[in-house]
C-alpha cells in the first residue's frame, strides 16, 4: 500500500505496511562489545573508518542512530525513534541490517521497519521489548543495545553539548533540514541518562571526546573496541 506523504509541498509515494506486531529483540549480541554511534558534532570520518574496521573482523556489532546510518552503513541496526525521520529517508531501502522505530510514533508501519514498545518517558528497561524514551533516540538505542544481550556499550558521537550556537553545530554534519530540525534539551538527557548509567554499572563507556554525559566513565576508542 502507498500514501503520499506532502514533503517541501511536494507529495511523495512512501511504502506504508499495516501496523505490524511488537518487535522484541533477541540475545544476539551476547558477549560482544556495542558500539552505539549517535549525530553529535565530534564524530568523524576517523571513527567511522576505526568502527568500521572492527565491526569487519566480527569484534563488535554496530548500532547508528538516525543520520549516523550513513557514515556507519555497516551497522547491524539502525534505530531512530521519530516516523518522519524514516519517511525522508525513504525507509531506507537499501539498508541490509535491522530497522527499528518506536512504536508510540506509527498508526502504520513503514516498510521494513520493526516497532519496538514505548515503556514510559523516564527510567531504562532492561528487559527486551519496550524502551523508556527520554525525548531522545540515543537513550532509547542504548537500552536496545543492552536488550539485545551486549556485554559492553561503547558511545560514540554523545557529545550532548553543540559545538558552537545554533542547529548547525549540534551534529557531525550540521544541521537536519525541515521537517526533522528540533530544539534539543541537552542538559535534561544528561540527567536522564544517569538513569540508564544507574541500570547498568561499568556496562557502558563514553568514547565521546569532550562529551558533556559525565555519569559514565570516559575512554579512548581505539581501548574500547581493542579485542
Partial sequence: MQRFV?????????????????????????????????TGPSFDVAQARQIGLARSRGSIRVLAVNDAA?????????????????????????????????????????KGVRLI??????????????VYTHGHSGAMAVQLAAQMGAA????????????????AERHFFGGYEDPLGSKPNMAKWVKDFRAIADA???????????SALDCVPQIDLSAAIAH
Fill in 70 to 110: 550513513f557514515p556507519a552503513w555497516y551497522a547491524d541496526l539502525v534505530f531512530a525513534a521519530d516516523r518522519k525521520w524514516w519517511i525522508a529517508r525513504d525507509n531506507l531501502p537499501n539498508f541490509e541490517g535491522i530497522k527499528v522505530s518506536l512504536s508510540a510514533s506509527y498508526w502504520d508501519a513503514p
Fill in 6 to 38: 506532502k514533503r517541501g509541498g511536494n507529495p511523495k509515494p512512501v511504502q506504508i505496511e499495516p501496523l505490524q506486531p511488537l518487535w522484541i529483540p533477541q540475545p544476539d549480541w551476547a558477549g560482544k562489545t556495542a558500539v552505539v554511534i549517535g
Fill in 200 to 210: 547498568m554499572p561499568g556496562r557502558i563507556l563514553n568514547a565521546t571526546p569532550g
Fill in 152 to 167: 559492553k556499550i561503547v558511545l560514540v558521537g554523545f557529545d550532548m553539548r553543540p559545538s558552537g550556537q545554533g542547529q
Fill in 117 to 130: 514498545a514505548r515503556a514510559g518517558t523516564d527510567g531504562c528497561e532492561l528487559r527486551p521489548g519496550s
